[in-house]
């Protein structure tokens, strides 16, 4: 992946202006409670430039007339914090996975940028200013943002988040392969979870059957937080109590996903726990699966984002009318209260625009979903999607959805 990283890096330089420095951090780990910290993820744009996973760490491209320099700050190693918690990346390591040639100290990093500021007169720079909401916590971009112009009020400060996130929209054969070994070991995590359901059990111990088989396989994340609800609790859509008691005539709502090399497998699977769907059940699974395989039809570039969403809703609007559970299309939204797709990749809910249309290198989710609350009955049915140069590749296709394949894989345990 080093040339992967390096390619990412020289497509965002040619962007930048001359005389500027761009610098994007690793970021650290929150703290928890007292000594304790929350696990280390690092920031995503910072990865995909670099492929380094520590804490910390910087990044800073320096463009000047001609010449652009790449330059890596590292934490220096400190011998008596090796015992406790072990090494932290050395130059040489820094070097080959980042493809970075020049490798210096953090506490050198105050000296630099004064030098690249003041002294080579560097009146650019680009950071991450990544932020959700107005209310939302500032980034180690932004906070560091207020800090510089503070101190060097001369300098210009720009964002190059979107810049950043305009090449991860469109996927790399080795970022599919990545999301390809995702879903691979989520396939079998979801096996072996279906494999062991029987009612009676509690919802986290059915859980604890899909994580096992992700550490087996030495994933260190998940994509996000498994989602495992039986019966009325699938009708919430972000339910993740996951503590309920299993029961004989529940559906088993599955939204979950491994998460390999920092790239994301989101998959959504129901099943009838008893293993046979009951009548009742499976009239809404088949509109969902309808729902499901109508929107991979349409599925290529040139088709715009927001026709997935519509083409759901149309197909909704027909089958529960004829159900008589609604009487006017807007009242979908009483058992369809979410968008059918998202971009996937280095983030679960990855980078992307939906007002635009569907090109080649995308990869998206399709998860429809119905929730019929007053029935105890929830629904959702997603797949990863590659678009291709003419149409589309379902990534997770060999996970089983047909009502029969789920029926047959239960029927053999």
Known sequence: MKDFHKNNRSRIADGMKEGSLLLLFAGEAPKKSADAAYDFTPNRNFYYMTGIEEEHVILALRKTPGKVEELLFIKRRDPVLVKWVGETISEEKAKEVSGVEEVRFLDTFEGFLNQSIFKDDLSRIYLDLEKDGYGSPDTKGVLFAKEIT??????R???????????RVYKTEEEIALMKKAI??????????????KPGMKEY????????TLKSHG?????????CAAGQNATVLHYVAND??????????????????????DISRTFPVSGKFTERQRVFYDIVLKAHDEVLK??????????????VHEIYAKELKALGLIEKDEEVRKYYYHNTS??????THDVGRREGLLEEGMVITVEPGLYIEEEGIGIRLENDILITKDAMENLSKDIPIRPEEVEAFLAAR
């Not at 008691?245 to 390999?260: P, S, T």
């Not at 998202?342 to 983030?347: A, N």
């Open 342 to 347: 998202h971009f996937l990749g280095l983030d």
């Open 150 to 155: 503070a101190k060097y009020p001369q300098v």
């Open 157 to 167: 400060v720009k964002n190059i988040y979107n810049e950043i996130c305009k090449l």
């Open 184 to 197: 691979e070991i989520t396939k079998e995590g979801i096996g072996n979870l279906m494999r062991n359901a």
């Open 219 to 227: 994933v260190k994340d998940f994509a996000f937080t498994t989602i």
């Open 298 to 311: 349409i599925l290529k570039p040139g088709v715009p984002y927001a026709r997935i969403n519509e083409l």
């Open 205 to 212: 111990q059915l859980e604890a059957h899909f994580n096992f």
């Open 244 to 265: 309920a008691e299993v029961k004989e005539n529940d559906l088993m709502l599955l939204d979950l996903g491994a998460q390999y090399g920092y790239y994301s497998a």
